[in-house]
């Protein structure tokens, strides 16, 4: 069965209509079968369940890093801190070495953390589907650590900081 597709401008209207949501910024990094690093900017990712903990977020189905997403594989949410503009530009932009010059350590699963990061969720992967011209990943979460910094924001096709808390003081 064909896959329905939007006409190209009703697609491009989709989509900035999707953008109208802000989403955090965040860098999946991993290690390939073959032992070298990786990295990828997303704006996809959603927490999926508490118990037990899981995350969730996709991948395009035609990225050269699908198949480094196997059953209980390890990999790292890496969610950026508001002044890591930089940073997701550089992991969103196809190149050879998407670290070059960025400060990472090795984290607990043996995955990359990318130094000042908001929050890392280490994680397996749990599931895999399907699902347009998308892969939903589900991350099982092993361990997590999050600080106090403002996190990176993606609105209507541009980076963004978090402005003055609006919520009523009790």
């Known amino acids: 069965m064909a896959e329905a597709r939007l ?3 009703a697609e491009r209207a989709f989509r900035d209509a999707l953008g109208c949501y802000a989403t955090g910024v965040a860098v999946v990094t991993g290690v390939s079968p073959q032992g070298t690093p990786f990295g990828l900017t997303i704006n996809s990712f959603s927490a999926l369940s508490l118990a037990p903990p899981l995350i969730l977020w996709s991948l395009r ?3 050269p890093l699908v198949d480094c997403f196997e059953d209980g594989r390890p990999f790292a ?6 002044d890591q503009q930089a940073v997701a530009r550089q992991f969103a932009t196809p190149r050879d070495d998407r670290f070059a010059g960025i400060a990472w350590r090795t ?7 990318l130094d000042d990061a908001v929050a890392v969720f280490d994680c397996r992967l749990s599931a895999r589907h399907s699902a347009g011209d998308h892969e939903l990943l589900v991350g099982h979460v ?13 609105l209507r096709g541009s980076f963004r900081v978090p402005g003055p ?6």
């Open 7 to 9: 006409p190209v401008p």
């Open 77 to 82: 949410v890496n969610v950026l801190a508001a």
């Open 165 to 170: 808390d609006l919520s009523p003081r009790a």
């Open 142 to 154: 092993q361990q997590f650590t999050s600080t106090p910094a403002e996190p990176l924001l993606f």
């Open 107 to 113: 984290g607990p699963l043996g995955t990359p953390h």
């Open 61 to 63: 189905s035609n990225s």
